[in-house]
């Protein structure tokens, strides 16, 4: 598989902040790559350096094989970049927002036409052309900067937290945008803190805390560094000590918990953990309400790797 | 691109309303104000005729010397007097209600009533000294004992003196409307906050002022080419402010520039960039908010205007003539002084000494904006 | 208390705007302090008068010159002759007398010898140009008849002493009066700006969207809430007024302690509680800070132009007066104007006094029910 960025050995600091700490990793070409982390964690500066916008103290990017350099105007081309914030003109609608960036990649009208239309029904701003950014509401105005950054159809595509503050409509839309223009062969870097999207959305994914790459892989190699298997929780009402201190000697069991008639019980490893223990209620007479089993969350995951939740 | 680029810094500028307001708007509408209050000022200060009254007595009816001149002294289209003969009861009246501002009372001496003081009053005085004086002379020749010649041929002479121009030669320069200096400090706010318009264009192509620079920055196109395109377009939308300006000024309000059209064409131009330059420099050099940088745009252009007169004429005299070098590093008074030099100097020494610090200041300017814009990453965004 | 509190907060961010509109009344007033001094007695106006003398300074030149140094005050220019032309400009000087060498000389010998002046043409120049004239033609005159220089020179100075008793007949003290004039109309731009503005941000800041919805729905009494920031906004004029007016009592001086003083504080009482209804009248019908920032600037320039504040009224011409006479500033500086020359108070000659006044008050009742009109307006919209 080729590489489509290659970053070796990065590092940046902010006066005494080490922002991202010796970061090597790779880009392969078609995928959607996620740079998970907590706020802070040092993905948008990632971002920046791979850009080339910040200085970096030490370390190497090339992307497309070539070294990244502010004039790299071949490389630049090829790239379409959606920034946390929101970044558009105030005083033009919509459709000459995107023309004024398409414009920056496209010279040939007649292509940027046709691409600013693509963009639009990409986001779904088709009635809004003639809108001003002041008018739209907020998910509306995440799409238009979404739109202003990939329509000129870029080959490589950074995704900085896109979906920030956004209801959930224009959420759907823009994460089914994403999956579009991969299907249309652009490589994705995906950058947020809400894991349910890095899990739905990605093949790969660099989980970063403090600078440093805690771990990668796809969703399910993550998962399996957990060390926990299942979480199971069941409602059951009054339940006896003796009972709970039983269930913490069962087979696999890491840890057990009862809180407001809620039984929590994390499983090590093994199969059949909940089948083994609805048989031992029902040998015990205890009457159970609903039975939840739930797999490791890359959540889970973080928390074990650094001892904190990804979302403060 | 140069050329996308311009188009739509050109439209988002003339967009911006609020930008629009201060660069094009305000000053049109200060300039009507400066010509409704001040178009009066310089008739009201020459010497208009005076209302005075005459105390009807019987040393001034015997006296024809005193009678003819102060008839002659209000007669004709525009008279120094304008004289009521009145008995000394009505002239205390007539003072008391302001109608005239004094009155004579000939007796033995001469007298004048007045209520306050003042130049008038002062005029008033002056001219009654000098029909004393007639007088005096009248009698000195009298008792000269030059008897040879009889009365009326003295007097005679001695009216041909006085009506006699003295040998005075005016040779003032023609141009002595000082108010202009308030329409060339008008035109020079305007140039300098044309600084406004470059700052807002600059901001938008830099990665490190704004999120729309930080977008522009990861396209294909060279920051020079940006930078540039950017500024030109926002040096053609301060063009036209100014433009209009000039049209307004001369058409409405009759503001008179000199003779040499291309040579205020000139200035208009380097005093425009000079005011780019300058915003141009604030937008790469601080990094703070937009709104930040237009207040200290502001700030710098009122503080050069008020220094060359806007808010007082007399403002740019006293800086020139004390602390010289203030008026020479402002800008606002560089070209303000410009426009001076145009207007009342026959000679253009001092208009290009001021075309040419306009365009040093704006060559050091575009050098330290260059220092800065010469990065392409930094350290922080 | 909350409200009062968050008013205060509010207004500590636009302090640096009202020390601003008061430094510059300041410094307006600082400058306007070196005006002539004209006290009870009468006092000859003197001319700025510039001599260039290329004469020797001995006999008839010397006589000349003393005698315009007298009569005039004697300005100390740069000796080229663009510092000169610029002072001519500016009003440094009013009269510029160039004495041609060999003057002496031409002049004994009868040759009538020419003398250049530059001048502005203003009455300033023409009092000079009086005197200048009133010497020469004298001094003609005894040349004729006289061929002594000594002799010559006693007569022209002992005819030009001569001079008639003036009699004065009003004895108000001008000065003090002229001052606490200009200083009260100048106000006018102070309280206008500083006053609208002020008030206009803290009402727009209240009224931002989120902020006005979120007082709504909060368990305050909103009609309550409504009053006490209008009491917060009067509470707030009136420590502005009463600044400017002890501001006054330091930069203007003791006539401001005097019946006069009284009318003059009625007055600008008055005009910044007409401000103060501007106000709100600007901040319940626009939220935009940049429009009401635009806006207040055009009210306040405009007002202080066309009505008198910076130029003295008496110099306006009459159609931008009659103009002006929709403008409440207009009744506010023409109240000052008057009381400026106002010797005796009573009900006669206060009548003007009451009579402008009256219309500021209809201003205000004016200002209050359109306030009134588009804040029910705008209610009803949402």
Not at chain 1, 168 to 186: F, V
Not at chain 3, 103 to 131: C, H, M, W
Not at chain 3, 184 to 200: K, P
Request: glycine fraction near 6%; proline fraction near 2%.
């Amino acid at each position: 598989m080729k590489n489509i960025i290659e970053v070796k050995n990065l590092t940046k600091t902010y006066k005494q902040l080490k922002a991202v700490d010796n970061l090597t990793f790779e880009v392969h070409e078609g995928e959607i790559l996620g740079l998970l982390g907590p706020n802070g964690s040092g993905k948008t500066t990632t971002i920046n350096c791979i850009l080339s916008l910040l200085k970096y103290d030490a370390g190497s990017i090339s992307i497309f094989g070539c070294e990244m350099q502010p004039n790299a105007y071949d490389i630049k081309k090829e790239i379409g970049v959606v920034f946390q914030e929101v970044a558009v003109f105030e005083e033009l609608n919509v459709y000459d927002n995107i023309d004024y960036f398409c414009g920056l990649y496209i010279k040939d009208k007649k292509l940027r036409k046709t691409y600013i239309k693509e963009a639009l029904e990409l986001v779904g701003l088709e009635e809004f052309q003639k809108f001003y950014p002041k008018q739209l509401s907020g998910g509306l105005l995440r799409r238009l900067n979404i739109a202003c950054g990939i329509a000129h159809k870029p080959k490589l595509i950074f995704l900085d937290e896109p979906t920030v503050a956004v209801d959930p409509q224009s959420r759907n839309n823009i994460l089914d945008g994403i999956q579009t223009l991969r299907k249309k062969g652009a490589t994705i870097i995906y950058t947020t803190h809400y894991m349910e999207e890095v899990e739905m959305l990605c093949d790969r994914i660099l989980i970063l805390d403090k600078g440093k790459i805690l771990a990668s892989g796809t969703n399910d190699a993550l998962k399996a560094l957990a060390h926990i298997e299942e979480k199971v929780s069941i409602e059951v009402m009054d339940l006896e000590e003796t009972y709970i201190d039983k269930i913490q000697k069962f087979k696999n069991v890491e840890e057990v918990s009862y809180q407001n008639n809620l039984l929590f019980i994390t499983y090590k490893k093994g199969n059949n953990n909940v089948t083994e223990l609805i048989d031992y209620l029902k040998e015990e007479g205890i009457h159970y309400n609903k039975i939840y089993s739930e797999r490791p969350t890359l959540n889970d995951v973080f928390l074990e790797l650094t001892g904190k939740e990804l979302r403060d | 691109m140069f050329f996308h680029n311009f188009k739509y810094t050109f439209l988002t500028l003339f967009k911006n309303k609020m930008l629009i307001f201060w660069t094009f708007a305000f000053p049109i509408l200060l300039g009507t104000f400066f010509q409704m209050a001040f178009q009066d000022i310089e008739n009201s200060e020459t010497l208009h005729t005076m209302n005075i009254a005459v105390v009807k007595t019987d040393t001034f009816e015997n006296h024809n010397i005193w009678k003819e001149t102060i008839q002659n002294l209000s007669e004709g289209s525009d008279p120094l007097f304008s004289t009521v003969y009145v008995n000394e009861e009505e002239a205390k009246k007539q003072l008391e209600e302001e109608n005239i501002i004094g009155y004579l009372k000939l007796e033995d001496t001469p007298k004048i009533v007045v209520k306050k003081s003042g130049i008038y009053q002062t005029i008033f005085k002056s001219v009654i000294e000098e029909i004393n004086a007639q007088e005096l002379m009248l009698n000195q020749m009298i008792q000269n004992g030059d008897f040879a010649v009889d009365y009326s041929t003295i007097y005679q002479k001695i009216e041909e003196i006085t009506k006699k121009e003295a040998p005075i030669l005016n040779i003032s320069r023609a141009n002595l409307s000082y108010t202009m200096i308030e329409f060339y400090t008008l035109i020079a706010m305007a140039a300098l906050y044309g600084g406004i318009l470059g700052m807002t264009a600059i901001n938008q192509v830099l990665a490190n002022m704004s999120h729309n620079g930080k977008r522009v920055a990861v396209s294909p196109v060279s920051k020079g080419k940006l930078v540039l395109s950017s500024v030109l377009a926002s040096y053609i939308v301060q063009l036209i402010g100014i433009a209009l300006l000039f049209i307004f000024t001369i058409f409405v309000l009759k503001v008179d520039y000199g003779t040499h059209l291309a040579l205020v064409l000139l200035l208009a131009l380097t005093g425009s960039l000079a005011g780019l330059s300058m915003g141009v420099t604030i937008a790469s050099i601080l990094k703070t908010s937009e709104n930040v940088k237009t207040g200290i745009i502001i700030s710098i252009t009122m503080l050069g205007c008020f220094l060359s007169g806007m808010m007082g004429i007399t403002m740019k005299y006293i800086i020139d003539k004390n602390i010289p070098i203030l008026n020479k590093i402002n800008p606002a008074s560089m070209i303000t002084d410009g426009f001076y030099a145009l207007y009342y100097y026959d000679t253009l020494d001092r208009f290009y000494f001021n075309i040419v610090s306009l365009l040093l200041f704006a060559a050091i300017m575009v050098m330290i904006s260059i220092f800065y814009l010469r990065r392409q990453k930094y350290d922080s965004i | 208390m909350t409200v009062f509190k968050t008013f205060l907060k509010v207004l500590n961010k636009y302090k640096g705007t009202l020390i601003l509109y008061t430094v510059i009344l300041i410094f307006f007033a600082g400058f306007n302090i070196e005006t002539n001094d004209t006290g009870t007695d009468f006092v000859s106006s003197k001319p700025d008068v510039l001599i260039v003398n290329q004469d020797e300074e001995v006999g008839i030149t010397k006589s000349l010159v003393h005698y315009m140094e007298d009569h005039s005050n004697m300005v100390a220019i740069k000796d080229t002759e663009e510092a000169r032309d610029d002072a001519l400009f500016y009003r440094d000087v009013n009269y510029i007398i160039y004495i041609p060498a060999h003057y002496r000389e031409d002049f004994l010998a009868g040759k009538n010898p020419v003398i250049a002046v530059k001048s502005t043409g203003d009455y300033q120049s023409s009092l000079a140009e009086l005197l200048l004239t009133r010497y020469l033609k004298l001094a003609e005159f005894y040349q004729t008849i006289e061929t002594d220089e000594e002799t010559l020179i006693t007569q022209i100075e002992a005819t030009l002493s001569k001079e008639p008793v003036v009699e004065m007949t009003s004895h108000l003290d001008r000065n003090q009066l002229e001052k606490a004039t200009s200083y009260f109309n100048f106000a006018n731009y102070c309280i206008l700006a500083g006053c609208i503005y002020v008030i206009c941000f803290l009402l727009s800041s209240f009224k931002t969207k989120g902020v006005h919805k979120r007082t709504i729905i909060s368990s305050t009494n909103y009609k309550a809430f409504n009053r006490k920031l209008l009491l917060s906004n009067a509470l707030f004029a009136f420590a502005l007024w009463v600044f400017y007016i002890v501001l006054g009592i330091i930069l203007v001086g003791d006539v401001l302690l005097s019946m006069h003083g009284i009318f003059y504080a009625i007055n600008s009482f008055l005009f910044t509680l007409c401000a103060l209804t501007i106000a709100f009248l600007i901040g319940n019908a626009i939220v935009n800070k940049n429009a009401i920032s635009g806006l207040v600037n055009v009210i306040a320039l405009g007002s202080s132009f066309l009505c008198g504040a910076f130029v003295p009224m008496e110099w306006l011409p009459d159609k931008v007066l009659t103009i002006a006479h929709i403008l409440p500033s207009y009744w506010y500086i023409k109240t000052n104007e008057y009381l400026k020359g106002l010797e005796v108070f009573d009900m006669d000659t206060l009548k003007p006094v009451i009579c402008n006044m009256g219309v500021i008050v209809v201003f205000i009742i004016i200002f209050i029910i359109f306030t009134n009109f588009i804040s029910h307006k705008k209610q009803i919209q949402k």
